[in-house]
Structure formats: structure tokens, C-alpha cells
């Protein structure tokens, strides 16, 4: 199926025009064509207008009005006659019928099209509109798609990771319709399918990556293990994302532009152990710094000591001096100092 785009089509307002005036002739017609008639005239004026009057209106199902990046799918008895594309006032043929099988589904994401058109078809003037012109110009205010970029939010899932932990993830997808075709006519519900496909890419590239980074791991398929995590990469994981998907709905007609990673977390029931063992990986990282800190201090000092000569100390009593020394810089309290006036032997 490829997308057949119709031009110079954009006559509208003329046959709009056309047709108000033949209306207008066609009721001068009938008034003087009964005039004449009771003069003892030919009733052929009349029944010219009254036949004009009745099926004048036909053109108006064919006018159809578009705003910049939309787009209609137009068929006529069931096949694909061709795709209305940008701004403008368009007349086609009145039984053409505008195809959209997504138009009534709303899904968490901007720019859907339902809205605003549903809007205008519960109103007081969308009713009289409906009336007047048929329902051809209800199906244009709900069948048209929008080609602007819009963003899918998707809801969180569930997914383990590559170790087996649960994490909860989001996505924010920007996408557009690139072929109005595809995406009509080889996809039941092109916004569904969008959908389901992104919920697929991300629990196939999820489970491929730690949370966190974790020795021998290959995240990349090289058979050398990375350091490749949700966390840390979340760039290279939302770009795997993305081709993923597109690979997908490459055949409905749409393109991704870009994921994004909206929201990382552990899943709520393991979510207080890792949260304690980053606590304890963090303390132990702490510990680690202070006790390098305090063995260079205290080298430090008996190297100033021996060089400047203030005291002599026999290795006993640099023993207990470093001692004392550890554990003044290693605790976690501060020091309550004792007087010795004693001896230490």
C-alpha cells in the first residue's frame, strides 16, 4: 500500500460559491416559474427549480477543510482513491468517505485527534452542521490524522532486569504518521499497535541491562562484559529503545523520533533492601576514604617528628601512638583526651 496524494483539489471556496448562487437561482427560478404557471405559462422553470432545489446540496459533502500537518484518507466504494494533505479548502467527490480507525482512540499522549472533534460533534453548532451538510463533514471532523509530532506516554510497567530484580520503568515516545496508507490501511488501530509495540521494545531491551552496574555482565552481545546499566546508560538503553520500536511499526506508516526514559525505580517490594545495600556500599566507600586519610596523616606525623627531632620513640611507643592516632581519625565521635602523668612502663 503506498500513499497517493491528491493535488489540485484545492477549489473549494469556487464550488462553494457555485453552488450557493445556483441555489439562489434555482429559488429565483421556481418563483417565477410558478408565477408563469398561473399565468397559464410552461411549469419547466418551476420544475427546474425545484429539482435544483433538491439536489443542489450534493456538492457539500465534497468540501473538506484542513489545518496545516493534517491529513485525510479518502476512499470511494471502498478503495483507496488518494490522501488530502495540508492547509486548505478542498472540494472532492461527494461520496468519498474519509477512513480513520483510530480516530476514537485516546491514549496518554498529546495531540490526539479525537478531541477537539468530538467537541465540535457535541455542540449546538456541530449538531447543525451535521444536518446541513450530512454526515461526510461529521466523518471529516473525527477521521482526520494529525501529521504533527505527538508524544506517547506510556504507562509503567513491571520488568525484571537482566539479574532478576523488578524494576518499574516509563517511557515518553515522540512519534508522527509518515504514510497515511500504512498507517490506515495495514494496521487495524495504528495508535493501539504504537502502543503495544513500545511495551514489547521495553521489556526486550530491559532485560538486557542491570540496574545498576554488575560485574560480568555483556549488555552489548560482544561476549565481554560492561559496564552497561539502566541507570548509568540511560542514553545508550532509550536509543536501543527507539530503533527497536521504530523496526517495528516501520510498516504502519510511522516514524519514532525519539525515547526517553521517564521514570527508573526498583519495584516497591525489593526496593528497602537495595536501598540498604546502597547504604551499606556507601558507608563501606566512606570508611574505606577515611582509613587511606588517617594511615597518610599519621605517616605524616611521625615522619615530622623523626625530622625534626622533637622526640625520640622506640617502636613501642609508635605503636601505641599510631593506635591512638587510628582511632581518633577512623571514629566516628569526637576524641575525649586523657592525661597520662605517668609512665608507660
Same mark, same amino acid.
Given at each position: ?11 473549494? *471556496? ?72 495540508? /492547509?486548505?479548502? +478542498? ?36 449538531? $447543525? ?7 461526510? *463533514? ?33 517511557? $515518553? ?16 488501530? +495504528?495508535? /493501539? ?6 511495551? =514489547? ?19 552489548? =552481545? ?21 530503533? /527497536? ?5 516501520? =510498516? ?33 566507600? $566512606? ?6 586519610? $588517617? ?20 617502636? /613501642? ?29
Amino acid at each position: 500500500m503506498e500513499e497517493k496524494v491528491i493535488k489540485g483539489a484545492k477549489h473549494g *471556496m469556487a464550488v462553494l460559491l457555485v453552488t450557493i448562487l445556483l441555489y439562489a437561482a434555482a429559488i429565483a427560478a421556481l418563483v417565477f416559474g410558478i408565477i408563469s404557471f398561473e399565468g397559464g405559462g410552461s411549469p419547466a422553470l418551476m420544475i427546474v427549480g425545484a429539482v435544483w432545489l433538491l439536489i443542489g446540496w450534493l456538492p457539500l459533502p465534497g468540501l473538506k477543510v484542513l489545518k496545516p500537518q493534517e491529513a485525510l484518507v479518502l476512499t470511494l466504494f471502498g478503495r483507496y482513491i488518494g490522501t488530502l494533505k495540508g /492547509e486548505g479548502f +478542498y472540494a472532492v467527490n461527494p461520496f468519498c468517505t474519509a477512513v480513520n480507525p483510530a480516530a476514537k482512540t485516546r491514549l496518554n499522549q498529546s495531540g490526539d485527534v479525537d478531541g477537539a472533534g468530538q467537541a465540535l460533534l457535541n455542540s449546538a453548532a456541530g449538531q $447543525a452542521l451535521l444536518t446541513a451538510a450530512g454526515n461526510s *463533514m461529521g466523518e471529516l471532523v473525527n477521521k482526520r490524522i494529525s501529521l504533527k509530532i505527538m508524544t506517547l506516554n506510556n504507562n509503567r510497567q513491571k520488568i525484571n532486569d537482566c539479574l532478576g530484580n523488578p524494576v518499574e520503568i516509563g517511557i $515518553a515516545v515522540t512519534w508522527r504518521v509518515v504514510d497515511t496508507a500504512k498507517a490506515v490501511f495495514c494496521v487495524d488501530n +495504528y495508535k /493501539e499497535y504504537l502502543s503495544l509495540q513500545c511495551d =514489547g521494545a521495553l521489556r526486550n531491551i530491559v532485560r538486557i541491562y542491570p540496574y545498576d552496574v554488575a560485574p560480568n555482565v555483556d549488555t552489548t =552481545g560482544d561476549g565481554i562484559a560492561d559496564e552497561g546499566s539502566l541507570r548509568g546508560s540511560s542514553e545508550v538503553v532509550a536509543a536501543r529503545i527507539r530503533d /527497536e520500536i521504530q523496526q517495528k511499526v516501520a =510498516g504502519a506508516g510511522l516514524e519514532i523520533i525519539e525515547a526517553r526514559i521517564t521514570y527508573l525505580a526498583y519495584a516497591p517490594e525489593i526496593a528497602a533492601v537495595m536501598l540498604q545495600r546502597q547504604q551499606a556500599s556507601a558507608v563501606v566507600d $566512606a570508611r574505606k576514604m577515611i582509613v587511606d586519610g $588517617a594511615v597518610g596523616m599519621v605517616e605524616m606525623a611521625l615522619e615530622r617528628l623523626n625530622a625534626n627531632g622533637t622526640v625520640q620513640l622506640d617502636e /613501642e611507643r609508635k605503636a601505641v601512638m599510631v593506635s591512638n592516632l587510628l582511632v581518633v581519625l577512623c571514629g566516628n565521635r569526637d576524641a575525649q583526651p586523657v592525661v597520662n602523668s605517668g609512665s608507660l612502663y
